[in-house]
């Protein structure tokens, strides 16, 4: 099994920065995809970002390309999300969570461990 657990969300005016961190343990990290998601109060789960095994290989919801940044960094087992340009609508509960397929998907049924969720509060 593995262990994700997310950091770094918080409180941010509108027009602001934070950097997302999701922390692996458990096992191998390197050897999935990844992604992240989100899901803001009364609505459903929604994909934000996924990001292949080594890196490479990035996709974007709509909603957030050219504003968000995802990455990772293998030797320390960290997934990151790094998010410019926040607008009132990105306010939501945000979690990584690793693909169970080689090839990652926006799917969140595509996916079999996650973290417990960090808050994102953008004001207006």
């Known amino acids: 099994q593995v262990q994700l657990q997310e950091s770094g969300g918080g409180l941010v005016q509108a027009g602001g920065s934070l950097r997302l961190s999701c922390a692996a343990s458990?096992?191998?990290?390197?050897?999935?995809?990844m992604g992240w998601f989100r899901q803001a109060p009364g609505k459903e789960r929604e994909f934000v970002a996924r990001i292949g095994e080594i890196g490479i290989n990035t996709h974007y919801a709509d909603s957030v390309k050219g504003r968000f940044t995802i990455s990772r960094d293998n030797a320390k087992n960290t997934l990151y999300l790094q998010m410019n340009t926040l607008y009132s609508e990105d306010t939501a509960v945000y979690y990584c969570?690793?693909?169970?397929?080689?090839?990652?998907?926006?799917?969140?049924?595509?996916?079999?461990?996650w973290g417990q969720g960090t808050h994102v509060t953008v004001s207006s």
């Open positions: 458990g096992r191998t990290f390197s050897n999935y995809p």
């Open positions: 969570a690793e693909s169970r397929y080689a090839i990652g998907t926006s799917a969140s049924g595509d996916y079999t461990y």
